[in-house]
């Protein structure tokens, strides 16, 4: 959908007095019957009521409605400021923010965040393997235990203490074949340089 011109923008293009008068006017309040009268006279132009009041709706009122609403945030943004501090408007900021993403989007940006912890996990992971003797059967469960642990903190996930132990188990096993497998192409890429 395009933002097509209105016939006053058309007109304002070879005198943009026109616009910065129109708004004052509109500003003051005048009605779009008078702000035409001195369009006419001022400028020799034949504009009607109806072609001040389609820029009035389509472009002057959202602007003034955006101006409003950016107006009432900043001075909601320094009550908080004033009220709580600083570090209260940064978290009112960031979850106003939140509520404006897509759910899309916000899945991605969590998926985003899932695969940046199982990257430092396995950076972990890497440097422990260069540093430290294999570890046992029991090491690994516990680490990849740790692992799960930390990535449901993150992700404010509570349901680990409700896991039964056989899904328990089988999360600690897929969490192990894929700690597994990437040793194997840590140690196939150290191997093949």
Do not use: C
């Not at 395009?2 to 070879?14: C, S, V, Y």
């Not at 779009?32 to 001040?52: E, G």
């Not at 972990?124 to 990535?151: D, G």
């Amino acid at each position: 959908m395009t933002n097509r011109l209105t016939e006053l923008e058309i007109k304002a293009a070879t005198k943009p007095q026109i616009l910065t008068l129109t708004k004052r006017a509109l500003d003051k309040g005048k009605s779009s019957a008078s702000i035409a009268t001195i369009l006419n006279r001022r400028f020799r132009l034949h504009l009607t009521k109806s072609t001040v009041e389609k820029f009035r709706r389509k472009r002057w009122l959202p602007q003034r409605l955006q101006l409003q609403q950016q107006k009432n945030a900043y001075a909601a943004g320094a009550d908080i400021i004033k009220e709580r501090g600083l570090g209260a408007a940064a978290q009112a900021l960031l979850f106003q923010k939140v509520k404006e993403l897509d759910p899309t989007h916000l899945l991605g940006i969590m998926r985003i965040e899932i695969l940046k912890q199982k990257l430092r996990l396995q950076k972990k992971a890497l440097k422990a393997a260069k540093t430290e003797p294999p570890l046992t059967t029991e090491q690994q469960q516990a680490l990849s235990q740790k692992a799960v642990t930390t990535m449901r903190d993150i992700f404010g996930i509570s349901d680990r203490d409700h896991m039964s132990p056989q899904e328990l188990a089988a999360d600690t096993r897929r969490l192990e074949a894929e700690l597994s497998i990437n040793r194997q192409l840590q140690a196939k890429q150290s191997t093949n340089p």
